[in-house]
C-alpha cells in the first residue's frame, strides 16, 4: 500500500531515520521540523497520514495535533503521534487532541507499519466517500466530526470473562449503552440488529476473538463496524494481527478507563462522520435518478433502463411495451388555478400512475406534464389493460386542491410494445406519435401505435 507520509520531528536524526524506514516500504515522505511548519505542509501536501512528534520547542505534538483536526482542510488526515512519553496522561491527552495513536520511542518497526497500514485503510474508505460530495456538504460534515458526542450510541463488549466486559462498560462515556456478552455467536446477533462499536477482549487464552473480528469483516451488514480491541502490552504479534484484520484501535491491558473513554469517544465520532458522509452520498444518488416533485423515476434513469430492456428482449428475453402519459389541458389548470396547483395535481397523478400499474413496471415522469412508463414482460393486450386502468383511475376522480378545490383531469395514452431490434429513440417515437394520435381525436383515451 503506498501513501503519502508527513514525518514532523524537531530533531534531523529521528526525521532521517523515520523517512528511511518508510521509504523502504515504498511510501512517499515528506518531512516538517515544528509544529508551524507540520500545519503548512498538511495544508499543502496533503498527507495520507501524520506522524507527529510530541515534544517540540515553540508548539508542541498536542497543540499542533488540535490545530490540525480544527481546520476543514487537514483534520480528515489521521495524526499518529510520536513520543518518549507513556504515562497514561500523555496518552489520554493526545487522544483528546484527536490523535488517532500514540507510538512509544524507540517505534517498533512491525507495530508501526501494522499503524499505518490500518489507519491508512481507513482514510482511504472514507476519502472515498468524501471526494463524492459536494464541498458544501462536506464542510458541514466535517465541522460536525469535530463536535462531541451528543446522540445516544450503542456498543458491544465481548469478553470471555463477565467481570472484565462490565469494567470496560463502566469506563465507556455515559451516552454508550453497552450490552456485554461472553458468547460470539449472541454477539453478531446483536450487531445485525444494529450497534456503533465491538469492542473485543483477545486476552482471554479459551476464546478466538480475532476470528470473531474476521467475521464482522467479512460481513457486508457488520463491515463498516469499528472494532477496538483488548490485547497484551507483551503480544505484539496479536495486536498486529488485529489490525491487519481490519480492527480500528487497539488498547493495552490492564485497561485505564480514561483512554478507553478516550478512544472511544473517537471511533464513534468517526463514525457517526463516515455515517453521514454514507446517507449524504445515498441522498446524491438518489436525487440523481429521481423527480423531485413527483418522487418517480427521471428520463435519465428511465431511458437506461429502457436501454436495458430493449437488450434483453433481443436476447431472446421477454416483450417489452412503453407507455406515455399526457396530462390533458395542463397549461389551462396553471392558469386558472396557479402552479401550486399544477404542482398537486402533478404530485396526484404520480400517485395513481404507480397505483393502476403492475408491480414490475417503471414510472417516471419524463418532463412537463408528460409521463412514461416502462413495461417489461408485457405485450401489446397486457400493456393496453394497464394503460386503460390509468386513463380510467384518473378520470374517475378529480383531483383536490389543498383549499378544497376539486379538479377534472384526464390523461391522453400512446402505446407501443418494442419491435425485434428497435432502439429507445425509435420505440419512443412510436410511443409518442400514438400520444398525438390520442391528443388530436378527442383525448382521454389510449391509441396503440403501429407496427411500422
Do not use: W
Not at 198 to 222: K, M, N, Q, W, Y
Amino acid at each position: 500500500m503506498s501513501a503519502r507520509i508527513l514525518v514532523v520531528d524537531d530533531q534531523a536524526a529521528n526525521v532521517r531515520l523515520l523517512e528511511a524506514r518508510l521509504q523502504a516500504e515504498y511510501f512517499d515522505v515528506c518531512t516538517a521540523t515544528n509544529g508551524y511548519e507540520a500545519i503548512e505542509a498538511a495544508r499543502l501536501e496533503q498527507p495520507d497520514l501524520i506522524l507527529l512528534d510530541v515534544m517540540m520547542p515553540g508548539m508542541d505534538g498536542y497543540e499542533t495535533c488540535e490545530r490540525l483536526k480544527a481546520d476543514n482542510s487537514t483534520r480528515h488526515i489521521p495524526v499518529v503521534m510520536v513520543t518518549a512519553l507513556d504515562q497514561r496522561e500523555d496518552r489520554i491527552r493526545g487522544l483528546e487532541a484527536g490523535a488517532d495513536d500514540f507510538l512509544t520511542k524507540p517505534i517498533d518497526d512491525v507495530a508501526l507499519f501494522a499503524r499505518v497500514r490500518s489507519l491508512l485503510r481507513l482514510k482511504a474508505v472514507l476519502d472515498e466517500l468524501r471526494y463524492r460530495e459536494a464541498s458544501s456538504a462536506i464542510a458541514e460534515l466535517q465541522a460536525d466530526f469535530a463536535d462531541d458526542l451528543a446522540e445516544i450510541s450503542t456498543a458491544i463488549i465481548v469478553s470471555a470473562d463477565p467481570r472484565a466486559g462490565a469494567r470496560y462498560a463502566s469506563a465507556l462515556p455515559e451516552q454508550v449503552r453497552a450490552q456485554v456478552v461472553t458468547d460470539p455467536v449472541e454477539a453478531l446477533a446483536g450487531m445485525r440488529k444494529g450497534t456503533d462499536l465491538l469492542i473485543v477482549d483477545l486476552t482471554h487464552p479459551e476464546f478466538d476473538g480475532l476470528r470473531l473480528c474476521a467475521r464482522v469483516r467479512s460481513d457486508a451488514a457488520t463491515r463498516p463496524l469499528p472494532i477496538l480491541t483488548v490485547v497484551s502490552p507483551d503480544d505484539t504479534a496479536q495486536a498486529v494481527r488485529a489490525l491487519d484484520l481490519g480492527v480500528n484501535d487497539i488498547i493495552h491491558r490492564p485497561v485505564d478507563a480514561g483512554e478507553l473513554n478516550a478512544r472511544v469517544r473517537t471511533q464513534l465520532r468517526r463514525k457517526r462522520y463516515a455515517d453521514r458522509l454514507r446517507s449524504q452520498l445515498d441522498q446524491s444518488l438518489e436525487m440523481a435518478v429521481t423527480d423531485p416533485l413527483t418522487g418517480l423515476h427521471n428520463r435519465r434513469y428511465i431511458n437506461s433502463r429502457l436501454r436495458q430492456a430493449l437488450a434483453s428482449a433481443d436476447n431472446g428475453g421477454a416483450p417489452v411495451s412503453v407507455l406515455i402519459a399526457d396530462i390533458d389541458h395542463f397549461k389551462s389548470i396553471n392558469d386558472l388555478y396557479g402552479h401550486e396547483a399544477g404542482d398537486t395535481v402533478l404530485r396526484g397523478f404520480a400517485d395513481r400512475v404507480q397505483k393502476a400499474m403492475r408491480a414490475l413496471d417503471l414510472a417516471s415522469r419524463y418532463g412537463g406534464e408528460e409521463f412514461l412508463v416502462l413495461m417489461p414482460a408485457a405485450g401489446l393486450a397486457e400493456a393496453r389493460i394497464a394503460a386503460e386502468r390509468l386513463r380510467s383511475v384518473v378520470a374517475d376522480a378529480p383531483f383536490l386542491l389543498e383549499d378544497g378545490t376539486d379538479i377534472a383531469v384526464t390523461v391522453s395514452v400512446g402505446l407501443a410494445q418494442a419491435l425485434p431490434g428497435e432502439g429507445v429513440e425509435a420505440v419512443l417515437r412510436r410511443a409518442d406519435q400514438a400520444l398525438y394520435t390520442a391528443k388530436n381525436e378527442g383525448r382521454n383515451q389510449v391509441q396503440v401505435a403501429s407496427a411500422a
